[in-house]
């Protein structure tokens, strides 16, 4: 859990989204090719933790009539309290740790939580915001542009980045447009997408 007293310490954030069983070991939205990043994050999430610096796991958790379903082909996934919005099992012994803190959204942006929104008023020095998780042109995207347009109204000059190597979608081998586009989106809005940590 999050230590209260280091809340205006942190410089630097990690977010970690929706690396849930739900996309990566079951269910209706699962794809277990996503597993593929998790290496990387793990190694990020340590390094993170190393510096002493914050990180974010964001979760799926969906009311039962949550307005996304029918949106997305009436796909039921990850409800609030389920073994599917639980972080998966390389993750979960992570998200104890005194400089992690979750946040539980029932929309494909981590920015429209409430909790993440009322978290982000007390980070007053972050100068760096990275992301990872899944998925690349739906949930990361919708909450890195979120984001991105949230720091320009507020005039914080903290720079986003997305991990290429920490990111992946569900069947992504036919997403290609859409993965592309989002990037394309990404970088015409000053994200910096970064291939490798390194």
Same mark, same amino acid.
Request: glycine share 4%.
């Given at each position: ?25 079951? /269910? ?41 379903? *029918?949106?997305? /082909? ?32 029932? *929309? ?24 990872? /998780? ?8 919708? /909450? ?55």
């Amino acid at each position: 859990m999050i230590d209260k007293k280091k809340i205006k310490t942190y410089t630097n954030c990690l977010i970690v989204v929706d690396m849930v069983n739900g996309f990566v070991k079951e /269910g209706v939205m699962h794809d277990e090719s996503i597993a593929k990043v998790v290496p990387f994050q793990l190694n990020m999430i340590e390094d993170y933790q190393k510096d002493e610096q914050l990180v974010v796991f964001v979760r799926d958790a969906h009311t039962k009539k949550a307005r996304e379903f *029918s949106r997305f /082909g009436n796909t039921p996934h990850c409800l609030k309290g389920s073994h599917e919005s639980e972080l998966i099992e390389e993750l979960k012994p992570l998200e104890s740790k005194d400089n992690t803190t979750t946040i539980f959204k029932n *929309s494909t942006s981590f920015m429209e939580a409430l909790k993440f929104r009322e978290l982000l008023t007390k980070l007053k020095r972050i100068k760096k915001y990275e992301v990872i /998780g899944c998925c690349t042109d739906i949930c990361d995207f919708n /909450g890195i542009m979120g984001l991105a347009n949230y720091l320009d109204e507020h005039d914080i000059p903290s720079e986003v980045n997305l991990y290429l190597d920490g990111v992946a979608t569900y069947n992504e081998e036919n997403r290609q447009e859409y993965i592309k586009a989002a990037y394309l989106l990404m970088a015409q809005q000053g994200i910096n997408l970064i291939r490798s940590k390194k």
